[in-house]
């Protein structure tokens, strides 16, 4: 069972960026799923999160209006579109899978291996 993310990279400052989190192994439609990023010397935060059905979502405040969090549970995958990004963005990204649409990294049971975001200025 595993969370794979991809679609980091290098952009400029104002540029987005789309990154996917694909599951494997078992299904992950029932599961709330987040996005979290973790900065050099900072701990891992919260970024966005969408329940099982993609009906609720939630953000953290940096990034509402410039972020959207989308879901396919017929291809097991959950979508993190970044626009208007800001050198502060920086990161290495993860998806996460658990039973509840939170902003802890603590209700999440699964996690990918991150996916590096750089935002040059």
């Known amino acids: 069972v595993q969370l794979q993310a991809s679609g980091g990279g290098l952009v400029q400052a104002g540029g987005s960026l789309r990154l996917s989190c694909a599951g494997s192994g078992r299904t992950f439609s029932s599961d709330a799923m987040g996005w979290f990023r973790q900065a050099p010397g900072k701990e891992r935060e919260f970024v966005a999160g969408i329940n099982w059905s993609g009906v609720s979502t939630y953000y953290e405040n940096s990034v509402k209006g410039r972020f959207t969090i989308s879901r396919d549970n017929a291809k097991n995958t959950v979508y993190l579109q970044m626009n208007s990004l800001k050198p502060e963005d920086t990161a290495v990204y993860y998806c996460?899978?658990?039973?509840?649409?939170?902003?802890?990294?603590?209700?999440?049971?699964?996690w990918g291996q991150g996916t590096q975001v750089t935002v040059s200025s």
């Open positions: 996460a899978a658990g039973m509840l649409l939170t902003g802890q990294t603590k209700t999440y049971s699964y």
